[in-house]
């Protein structure tokens, strides 16, 4: 298990049999997916560049606000906004906000901060998209969460660099995810380190702020205690997400049913062969992408101590800097 290069000199992570882990940049060429997004998504060549010049021109507008420009920073926000200029500037607007109402969260945080998060295999991406060409992510909250390793701040920055990569993916901007929440050996210290003001914090990020399609969340291997979990988060969560949960517990069939079993492993009753990722190489790989975790933290509001030329020329600068080194 190791990180490679492929020919376009983009890493990825090499599980073994031909099954890896890798970020997909590029402009969508699938039909499949192309078909989806006009018919979910409005995207059309000319409704495209209307909402880009219209997001842009409302970036503009926006006293203090710095934010990318480029098209493809500006998609990552338009696709899961289904190309309404508003929606995509009211969460780039909402992002920036919370940056500033939850600043401690924001504040000497980098990659190797979450380094035990990842060393103890609490984040993971699979190597396989799931039928609907879902991104599927993992959270392993039970027996991963070490409590007297990972404070709440460390939790959620590993969580913003899993899902903010991600999301500048077009494909993943087009099909959504899908997310498996592993609650094995969860405990009452655990349900009770989730306070309720850190809950609605997470909660506010995930359904105003990140620009993700979330289409499904799986709980599996809960105990009773997921009466608990769920009361503790249910009253933060929208409808349309409450409708999107199921409750799976060792029902893998449930996960079948809806992901198909060639995108699961072997602690799922699926097909794939190789181990998970080690959380280790998991790290070094997201390390690579420490260029668009810096570019998401810096943009947004300029705040008092800053000067707005300087933030400007940062985010112009990083943006630039990602754009050279991925395949778009």
Excluded at 127 to 152: A, F, S, Y
Aim: aromatic share 12%; hydrophobic share 40%; proline share 3%.
């Amino acid at each position: 298990m190791s990180i490679k290069f492929d020919n376009d000199k983009q890493p990825y992570i090499d599980l073994g049999q031909s099954y890896k882990i890798c970020f997909d940049y590029k402009k969508i060429d699938d039909a499949k997916c192309l078909a989806k997004a006009r018919e979910e998504l409005r995207e059309t060549p000319e409704i495209r560049e209307q909402a880009l010049t219209e997001l842009r021109e409302l970036i503009k507008g926006e006293k203090n606000l710095v934010f990318p420009t480029d098209d493809f920073f500006l998609d990552t926000y338009l696709r899961p906004c289904k190309f309404y200029a508003k929606s995509a500037f009211e969460k780039i607007v909402a992002d920036s906000k919370f940056k500033i109402k939850y600043k401690k969260f924001y504040e000497n945080i980098d990659l190797e901060t979450t380094r035990e998060l990842f060393e103890d295999n609490l984040y993971k991406y699979m190597p396989l998209n799931d039928k609907e060409g879902r991104r599927i992510v993992m959270i392993k909250c039970g027996e991963k969460w070490k409590l007297t390793r990972n404070n709440h701040k460390e939790f959620f920055a590993a969580m913003r660099i899993i899902f903010q990569t991600m999301a500048m993916e077009p494909s993943t901007q087009v099909n959504g995810v899908s997310m498996i929440i592993d609650m094995k050996t969860l405990d009452m210290s655990q349900v009770t380190a989730l306070t309720p003001s850190f809950v609605s914090m997470l909660v506010k990020w995930n359904q105003d702020c990140i620009p993700i399609r979330f289409k499904r969340f799986f709980v599996v291997n809960n105990s009773k205690l997921i009466n608990v979990f769920w009361a503790l988060i249910a009253p933060f969560i929208s409808k349309k997400y409450k409708d999107r949960f199921y409750i799976v517990n060792e029902k893998y069939e449930i996960l079948a049913d809806h992901m198909g079993k060639d995108c699961l492993d072997k602690d799922y009753e699926g097909n794939i062969p190789v181990d998970k990722v080690e959380g280790k190489v998991m790290l070094d790989y997201m390390k690579l992408f420490q260029k668009q975790f810096e570019l998401l933290n810096v943009s947004g509001f300029v705040e008092e101590n800053e000067d707005i030329e300087d933030k400007r020329n940062k985010v112009n600068a990083l943006a630039k800097e990602i754009l050279s080194t991925i395949k778009v």
